[in-house]
Protein backbone atom coordinates (compact mmCIF):
# COMPACT_ATOMS: atom_id res chain seq x y z
CA UNK A 1 0.00 0.00 0.00
CA UNK A 2 1.29 3.49 0.61
CA UNK A 3 2.75 5.00 3.12
CA UNK A 4 0.20 4.28 5.73
CA UNK A 5 -0.12 0.74 6.61
CA UNK A 6 -3.45 -0.83 7.32
CA UNK A 7 -2.48 -2.43 10.14
CA UNK A 8 -5.48 -3.94 11.50
CA UNK A 9 -5.68 -1.86 15.04
CA UNK A 10 -5.01 1.05 12.81
CA UNK A 11 -7.95 -0.39 10.44
CA UNK A 12 -10.16 -0.51 13.30
CA UNK A 13 -9.91 2.50 14.80
CA UNK A 14 -10.28 4.41 11.81
CA UNK A 15 -13.41 2.37 10.93
CA UNK A 16 -14.72 2.94 14.13
CA UNK A 17 -14.07 6.68 14.16
CA UNK A 18 -15.76 6.85 11.11
CA UNK A 19 -18.80 4.77 11.90
CA UNK A 20 -19.21 6.86 15.07
CA UNK A 21 -19.57 10.08 12.35
CA UNK A 22 -21.88 7.84 10.43
CA UNK A 23 -24.37 6.88 13.63
CA UNK A 24 -24.15 10.31 14.97
CA UNK A 25 -25.16 11.83 11.31
CA UNK A 26 -28.02 9.40 11.16
CA UNK A 27 -29.40 10.62 14.69
CA UNK A 28 -29.20 14.29 13.78
CA UNK A 29 -31.35 13.33 10.59
CA UNK A 30 -33.49 11.44 12.51
CA UNK A 31 -33.90 14.20 15.39
CA UNK A 32 -34.19 16.64 12.43
CA UNK A 33 -36.78 14.83 10.61
CA UNK A 34 -39.16 14.71 13.75
CA UNK A 35 -38.02 18.43 15.27
CA UNK A 36 -37.97 20.59 11.95
CA UNK A 37 -37.97 18.63 8.51
CA UNK A 38 -37.99 21.80 6.73
CA UNK A 39 -34.61 23.06 7.55
CA UNK A 40 -33.49 20.51 4.57
CA UNK A 41 -35.00 22.33 2.35
CA UNK A 42 -32.74 25.34 3.11
CA UNK A 43 -30.24 23.43 1.97
CA UNK A 44 -30.42 23.98 -2.04
CA UNK A 45 -29.50 27.77 -1.38
CA UNK A 46 -26.01 26.71 0.10
CA UNK A 47 -24.86 24.60 -3.02
CA UNK A 48 -21.67 25.31 -4.19
CA UNK A 49 -23.34 24.66 -7.97
CA UNK A 50 -26.42 26.30 -9.47
CA UNK A 51 -27.82 23.51 -10.84
CA UNK A 52 -27.29 20.95 -7.71
CA UNK A 53 -29.06 23.46 -5.88
CA UNK A 54 -32.02 23.60 -8.74
CA UNK A 55 -32.14 19.64 -8.10
CA UNK A 56 -32.00 19.65 -4.82
CA UNK A 57 -35.18 22.20 -4.98
CA UNK A 58 -37.11 20.11 -8.02
CA UNK A 59 -35.68 16.27 -6.79
CA UNK A 60 -35.32 16.36 -3.08
CA UNK A 61 -37.45 18.95 -1.23
CA UNK A 62 -40.59 17.45 -2.57
CA UNK A 63 -39.86 13.97 -1.45
CA UNK A 64 -38.39 14.82 1.81
CA UNK A 65 -41.17 12.60 3.88
CA UNK A 66 -39.68 9.71 1.71
CA UNK A 67 -35.94 10.77 1.75
CA UNK A 68 -35.08 12.08 4.90
CA UNK A 69 -35.92 8.36 6.67
CA UNK A 70 -33.81 6.64 3.76
CA UNK A 71 -31.15 8.75 4.53
CA UNK A 72 -31.51 8.07 8.65
CA UNK A 73 -31.40 4.40 7.51
CA UNK A 74 -28.72 4.55 4.76
CA UNK A 75 -26.22 6.65 7.07
CA UNK A 76 -27.19 3.51 9.79
CA UNK A 77 -26.69 1.05 7.58
CA UNK A 78 -23.07 2.20 6.28
CA UNK A 79 -22.12 2.81 10.10
CA UNK A 80 -22.73 -1.06 10.70
CA UNK A 81 -21.33 -2.38 7.20
CA UNK A 82 -17.71 -0.65 7.50
CA UNK A 83 -17.74 -2.23 10.87
CA UNK A 84 -17.91 -5.79 9.47
CA UNK A 85 -15.16 -7.74 8.01
CA UNK A 86 -14.65 -8.25 4.31
CA UNK A 87 -16.91 -7.66 1.16
CA UNK A 88 -19.31 -6.40 3.60
CA UNK A 89 -17.16 -3.41 4.94
CA UNK A 90 -15.84 -2.75 1.53
CA UNK A 91 -19.06 -2.17 0.01
CA UNK A 92 -20.07 -0.29 2.38
CA UNK A 93 -17.35 2.05 2.07
CA UNK A 94 -17.52 2.08 -1.53
CA UNK A 95 -21.72 3.19 -1.03
CA UNK A 96 -19.28 6.04 1.70
CA UNK A 97 -17.17 6.68 -1.78
CA UNK A 98 -20.91 7.76 -3.81
CA UNK A 99 -22.76 9.16 -0.94
CA UNK A 100 -19.54 11.47 -0.02
CA UNK A 101 -19.08 12.60 -3.90
CA UNK A 102 -22.56 12.88 -4.08
CA UNK A 103 -22.89 15.59 -1.21
CA UNK A 104 -19.76 17.41 -2.37
CA UNK A 105 -21.23 20.29 -4.14
CA UNK A 106 -24.00 20.56 -1.38
CA UNK A 107 -22.29 23.05 0.34
CA UNK A 108 -19.07 24.92 1.81
CA UNK A 109 -18.41 21.78 3.75
CA UNK A 110 -17.29 20.09 0.45
CA UNK A 111 -13.88 19.67 1.50
CA UNK A 112 -14.54 17.31 4.28
CA UNK A 113 -17.01 15.50 1.98
CA UNK A 114 -13.94 14.85 -0.69
CA UNK A 115 -12.31 13.70 2.14
CA UNK A 116 -14.65 11.10 3.81
CA UNK A 117 -14.57 9.79 0.15
CA UNK A 118 -10.88 9.57 0.07
CA UNK A 119 -10.94 7.83 3.25
CA UNK A 120 -13.21 5.49 2.23
CA UNK A 121 -11.81 4.53 -0.46
CA UNK A 122 -8.48 4.29 1.17
CA UNK A 123 -10.58 1.73 3.83
CA UNK A 124 -12.04 0.07 0.86
CA UNK A 125 -8.79 -1.31 -0.35
CA UNK A 126 -7.64 -2.02 3.42
CA UNK A 127 -10.38 -3.41 4.38
CA UNK A 128 -9.30 -6.97 2.60
CA UNK A 129 -5.74 -6.38 3.85
CA UNK A 130 -7.22 -6.03 7.54
CA UNK A 131 -9.70 -8.64 7.78
CA UNK A 132 -7.28 -11.26 6.63
CA UNK A 133 -4.98 -10.46 8.78
CA UNK A 134 -7.13 -10.56 11.61
CA UNK A 135 -8.62 -13.58 10.44
CA UNK A 136 -5.13 -14.83 10.64
CA UNK A 137 -4.19 -13.89 13.80
CA UNK A 138 -7.72 -15.00 15.63
CA UNK A 139 -7.92 -18.31 13.63
CA UNK A 140 -7.62 -21.57 15.41
CA UNK A 141 -5.42 -23.97 13.78
CA UNK A 142 -7.18 -26.89 11.84
CA UNK A 143 -7.39 -30.44 13.28
CA UNK A 144 -8.05 -33.19 10.75
CA UNK A 145 -11.12 -35.83 11.38
CA UNK A 146 -10.02 -37.84 14.36
CA UNK A 147 -7.30 -36.20 15.91
CA UNK A 148 -7.90 -35.01 19.65
CA UNK A 149 -7.44 -31.88 20.72
CA UNK A 150 -5.38 -31.39 23.83
Known sequence: MSRLRATPGRYRLVVWAIASIYALGSLVHLAFWVSDPGIYERFGEL???DA???LWEILVVPRLGLLLPLV???EAGIALSILRPGRTARRGHLAGVLFQLGLAPSGPWGPINIALAWGHWRLARAAGVAATSEASTTAEPE???GTSRQ
Do not use: K, N, R
Open 72 to 74: VVF
Open 52 to 54: YGS
Open 143 to 145: HSV
Open 47 to 49: ALL
